[in-house]
């Protein structure tokens, strides 16, 4: 079965570095995703990405955060200056259409 | 605003019971209501979704407008259920999952 595949899977940065989350969605889907969950907290939404832009962001998502599909394949998420509290566990998904989010395994970002 | 409710932050039940996993939700149009399952050291997986009205081992859930509830529920709950389930709404084809806090299911013998 088709996997989306994220790496790292642990992620520790000091405050104020750069962080550069990979993912690989699934290759026939369309639909990209960043969800976030802090430790203890729910799973939240960060943006989602279409036809090469992207079509929808929280507030969390603010300048600090972009996203790039720089090529045909993967999908990252970039943290400019990371702070203590985007210490998180960060979900990467993708779907073909509403009834077919696959997540991936997540990157446990610790920024200390 | 959207909202997914969760009320229950742990759901103990021995092996054999019912099982109920409430939801509630806030929206004001239509949404589309999913189930999602994470079980230890595993990525969210997809359990049902109301649009389907399946049922997937063994659970079911019945989206109530009137209630604006979508329960997810299982008559006789096996200790391979234990896991975190999310219950989540979408809008549209394409958009944001909306989750809530989720509930710890643990199941013993």
């Known amino acids: 079965e088709p996997e989306v595949t994220q790496t790292p899977s642990h992620q520790v940065t000091q405050m104020g570095q750069e962080v550069i989350l990979r993912c690989v969605p699934i290759?026939?889907?369309?639909?990209f995703y960043w969800y976030r969950q802090i430790l203890g907290q729910k799973v939240e939404f960060l943006v989602s990405?279409?036809?090469?832009?992207?079509?929808?962001k929280s507030e969390i998502f603010d300048d600090q955060f972009s996203v790039e599909r720089p090529d045909g394949s993967n999908f990252t998420l970039k943290i400019r200056s990371t702070k203590l509290e985007d210490s998180a566990m960060y979900f990467c998904a993708s779907s073909r259409s509403l009834y077919g989010y696959t997540f991936g395994s997540g990157t446990r970002l610790t920024v200390v | 605003a959207q909202r997914v409710t969760q009320p229950e932050k742990l759901l103990s039940v021995f092996k054999g019971a019912p099982v109920e996993l409430k939801c509630n939700y806030s929206y004001s149009g239509s949404p589309e209501l999913f189930w999602y399952v994470q079980y230890s050291r595993q990525r969210l997986q997809l359990l049902l979704r109301h649009i389907s009205r399946e049922s997937i081992k063994g659970f079911t859930a019945d989206l109530n407008k009137g209630e604006t509830s979508f329960h997810l529920k299982k008559p006789f709950a096996q200790e391979e259920d234990s896991a975190m389930y999310y219950c989540a709404l979408s809008d549209q084809a394409g958009t944001a999952l909306i989750f809530g806090k989720g509930t710890t299911l643990s199941v013993s013998s």
């Open positions: 990405f279409y036809n090469n832009e992207i079509s929808e």
């Open positions: 290759s026939n889907h369309l639909y």
